[in-house]
């Protein structure tokens, strides 16, 4: 059984989904344009032994958000009024491609309340020049925001680049449709301004998963042109917490087989 539960978090009114009835929690953030019901196949997999508290992010599904950001406060404020509401101290976190980078910022926020991470297709394992240009610089931001307003030149770039084979198809048609309609480019602004501040400082981040013994465990796909598998051998350098798995799938990769595959390695944890 499926129940939509909210929280209230300074003036926002956030929306998640939880199933199971375990002891243990887990708190889930899905990928960019996707909602919390996108994880039904992991909460399925994993109820009744867990309770997976599926968040909708903000700007996506039921959540309703305003103009503030997701800052690191907010963001520690709901996984703990989420742990308290269900009576529990400490939790595990799983994330889908942006909503890993989430997960692994609360690890280096607040690892001591981390019993487990799960992180699939995760964006976030290597530092994004491109993201913090774009969010976090004066000309990149503009740069960026010209783009959101009139992006025929972006696509024409995009095009080229895809023709002469420097960009990918599957990345040619990723990095553009979200640029193709007007409510496309407005969530786009949106969300990448929201979550700017929730990208893991990677140094602290392994100091505390190897700090904690946390538990780790990374779900690629070896066909993957989004988050390529390269940058999950970057990360787990040196971290001997972390059961890297590369499926044979793309950056598509949460199906039954693969939350079947998840629920069968944290049980036996």
Same mark, same amino acid.
């Given at each position: 059984?499926?129940?939509?539960?909210?929280?209230?978090?300074?003036?926002? %009114?956030?929306?998640?989904?939880?199933?199971? $009835?375990?002891? *243990?929690? /887990?708190? #889930?953030? @899905? =990928?960019?344009?996707?909602?919390?019901?996108?994880?039904?196949?992991?909460?399925?997999?994993?109820?009744?032994?867990?309770?997976?508290?599926?968040?909708?992010?903000?700007?996506?599904?039921?959540?309703?958000?305003?103009?503030? %950001?997701?800052?690191?406060?907010?963001?520690? $404020?709901?996984? *703990?009024? /989420?742990? #308290?509401? @269900? =009576?529990?101290?400490?939790?595990?976190?799983?994330?889908?491609?942006?909503?890993?980078?989430?997960?692994?910022?609360?690890?280096?926020?607040?690892?001591?309340?981390?019993?487990?991470?799960?992180?699939?297709?995760?964006?976030?394992?290597?530092?994004?020049?491109?993201?913090?240009?774009?969010?976090?610089?004066?000309?990149?931001?503009?740069?960026?925001?010209?783009?959101?307003?009139?992006?025929?030149?972006?696509?024409?770039?995009?095009?080229?680049?895809?023709?002469?084979?420097?960009?990918?198809?599957?990345?040619?048609?990723?990095?553009?449709?979200?640029?193709?309609?007007?409510?496309?480019?407005?969530?786009?602004?949106?969300?990448?301004?929201?979550?700017?501040?929730?990208?893991?400082?990677?140094?602290?981040?392994?100091?505390?998963?190897?700090?904690?013994?946390?538990?780790?465990?990374?779900?690629?796909?070896?066909?993957?042109?989004?988050?390529?598998?390269?940058?999950?051998?970057?990360?787990?350098?040196?971290?001997?917490?972390?059961?890297?798995?590369?499926?044979?799938?793309?950056?598509?990769?949460?199906?039954?087989?693969?939350?079947?595959?998840?629920?069968?390695?944290?049980?036996?944890?």
């Amino acid at each position: 059984m499926t129940t939509s539960c909210y929280i209230d978090l300074d003036g926002a %009114r956030v929306h998640y989904l939880l199933t199971g $009835t375990g002891m *243990r929690l /887990i708190i #889930a953030f @899905h =990928g960019y344009g996707l909602d919390a019901a996108s994880l039904h196949l992991l909460a399925d997999a994993l109820a009744p032994g867990y309770m997976f508290a599926s968040v909708d992010l903000p700007h996506h599904g039921q959540t309703m958000w305003g103009d503030n %950001r997701l800052t690191r406060h907010r963001l520690v $404020t709901l996984a *703990r009024q /989420i742990a #308290a509401r @269900h =009576g529990v101290s400490r939790f595990s976190l799983a994330g889908y491609s942006l909503g890993g980078r989430i997960c692994m910022t609360l690890v280096e926020l607040v690892p001591e309340l981390v019993e487990d991470l799960i992180l699939i297709a995760p964006d976030g394992l290597v530092f994004n020049l491109a993201y913090y240009l774009a969010t976090h610089n004066f000309a990149g931001r503009q740069l960026f925001r010209s783009i959101l307003n009139k992006p025929s030149g972006f696509f024409k770039l995009a095009d080229w680049l895809a023709r002469k084979k420097i960009l990918s198809n599957s990345k040619h048609k990723f990095v553009t449709q979200y640029l193709e309609t007007r409510a496309a480019r407005e969530m786009l602004g949106k969300v990448w301004h929201g979550t700017k501040d929730l990208v893991p400082e990677h140094k602290l981040l392994k100091q505390n998963i190897v700090a904690y013994r946390i538990p780790v465990y990374l779900y690629m796909g070896k066909f993957d042109s989004v988050i390529p598998v390269e940058h999950a051998h970057r990360f787990c350098r040196d971290l001997k917490t972390v059961r890297l798995e590369v499926l044979q799938k793309g950056h598509k990769i949460l199906d039954a087989q693969t939350a079947n595959l998840i629920a069968a390695q944290l049980l036996k944890s």
